[in-house]
């Protein structure tokens, strides 16, 4: 069953980090393009990171740039957002993605398989 998982969020204080984790089944992830997407209430989903077949290439949102890191390990089938210094305009519904097609543009219409998402809260 061709499934992604996400897990690892929570509630962070200002400041604070997290990683979360996206595990799949079913499938091989290393002829996906990961993206790592979020939406926060009231807003559209956005593109936080995506990363390559092979890890090569990664590409963040101004708005993470320097505080969020992409990886993933194909040989545990699993992706990951390192998160730093979170801000509370970082909160969101933080969904996995992969690309069929392995696009490096790194908008949600190029990704076809979604997990059901993790939430993380930054608040004091």
């Known amino acids: 069953q061709f499934q992604l998982a996400e897990s690892g969020g929570g509630l962070v204080q200002p400041g604070g980090s997290l990683r979360l984790s996206c595990a799949a089944s079913?499938?091989?992830?290393?002829?996906?393009?990961i993206g790592w997407f979020r939406q926060a209430p009231g807003k559209e989903r956005e593109a936080v990171s995506c990363i390559s077949t092979r890890g090569a290439s990664a590409a963040y949102a101004d708005s993470v740039k320097g505080r969020f890191t992409i990886s993933r390990d194909n040989a545990k089938n699993r992706a990951y957002l390192q998160m730093s210094s979170l801000k509370p305009e970082d909160t969101a519904i933080y969904y996995c993605?992969?690309?069929?097609?392995?696009?490096?543009?790194?908008?949600?219409?190029?990704?076809?398989?979604w997990g059901q998402g993790t939430q993380v809260t930054v608040s004091s």
């Open positions: 993605a992969v690309s069929s097609i392995a696009t490096m543009i790194c908008h949600d219409s190029g990704f076809d398989s």
């Open positions: 079913g499938f091989t992830l290393e002829r996906y393009t």
